[in-house]
T-cell receptor
Framework: SQKIEQNSEALNIQEGKTATLTCNYT??????LQWYRQDPGRGPVFLLL?????KEKRKERLKVTFDTTLKQSLFHITASQPADSATYLC????????????FGSGTRLLVRP | DGGITQSPKYLFRKEGQNVTLSCEQN?????MYWYRQDPGQGLRLIYY???????QKGDIAEGYSVSREKKESFPLTVTSAQKNPTAFYLC?????????????FGDGTRLSIL
C-alpha cells in the first residue's frame, strides 16, 4: 500500500541545536517534495520544494535533502529558535496528471529556550 | 496583499443540516483545493478544481459538494450525508498546475457538531 510517514512523536530540542525531521514514503514515485510549516489553528505555509533530480536545497537556516533510492527526505533547521516551534508537514507531488499533493501527518517541533 | 480568505473561522452544524464554507482568493490562481485535517492525520483531499466550471472528486468526496463558478471562489458544502463532519477544513490555491509551484492555504474553518 502507499504510505507517507512522518514521526508522530514531537521532537523536543534545545535552542541553538539542529533539528532534523524525517519524511519516508513507500510505493510512490514523486517528481518533487515540498515542506510546509503549520502553526496551531492556522493553515500550512510553504517552506521549500525539492525536485527528484536535486539532492539538496537550502534556504537561510533550512536545508532539505531528497533520496529517491531510500525514498526519504530530511528537513534540517540549524541554529533552532523557540519561534521555530510548529508542526512541519511534508508533501509528495508530481505523481500523476491531476497534480495532487499527498501530505504526511506532520511532526511537531518544540524548541526549548 | 494577495491571499486566501476562509470564512467563518468556526462553524457549528445541527443534525440534518447542510452548511457551506467559503473560500476566496485574489492570487489569480487557476487551481483550488479543499482538504480536511483530523488530529494526527495528514491533510486529505476532498475536492479540487483546475479551472473555472470544472472540478474533480478527491479521496474523501462523499458527503461534500463544491462549485466553481468564478475563478476567485470555491465554496464547499458539507451535506447531512457526511456523518462525521467534525474537522478542520483547509482551502488552498495554486498557480497553473504542473508548474511545481507551492500551494497557498487559508487559515481554515473549524466545523463542529451541535
Amino acid at each position: 500500500s502507499q504510505k507517507i510517514e512522518q514521526n508522530s512523536e514531537a521532537l523536543n530540542i534545545q535552542e541553538g541545536k539542529t533539528a532534523t525531521l524525517t519524511c519516508n514514503y513507500t510505493n510512490y514515485s514523486p517528481a518533487y517534495l515540498q515542506w510546509y510549516r503549520q502553526d496551531p489553528g492556522r493553515g500550512p505555509v510553504f517552506l521549500l520544494l525539492i525536485r527528484e533530480n536535486e539532492k539538496e536545497k537550502r534556504k537561510e537556516r533550512l536545508k532539505v535533502t531528497f533520496d529517491t533510492t531510500l525514498k526519504q527526505s530530511l528537513f534540517h533547521i540549524t541554529a533552532s529558535q523557540p519561534a521555530d516551534s510548529a508542526t512541519y508537514l511534508c508533501a509528495l507531488g508530481g505523481m500523476d496528471s491531476s497534480y495532487k499533493l499527498i501530505f504526511g501527518s506532520g511532526t511537531r517541533l518544540l524548541v526549548r529556550p | 496583499d494577495g491571499g486566501i480568505t476562509q470564512s467563518p473561522k468556526y462553524l457549528f452544524r445541527k443534525e440534518g443540516q447542510n452548511v457551506t464554507l467559503s473560500c476566496e482568493q485574489n492570487l489569480n490562481h487557476d487551481a483550488m483545493y479543499w482538504y480536511r485535517q483530523d488530529p494526527g492525520q495528514g491533510l486529505r483531499l476532498i475536492y479540487y478544481s483546475q479551472i473555472v466550471n470544472d472540478f474533480q472528486k478527491g479521496d474523501i468526496a462523499e458527503g461534500y459538494s463544491v462549485s466553481r463558478e468564478k475563478k476567485e471562489s470555491f465554496p464547499l458544502t458539507v451535506t447531512s450525508a457526511q456523518k462525521n463532519p467534525t474537522a478542520f477544513y483547509l482551502c488552498a490555491s495554486e498557480k497553473p498546475p504542473g508548474t511545481n509551484q507551492p500551494q497557498h492555504f487559508g487559515d481554515g474553518t473549524r466545523l463542529s457538531i451541535l
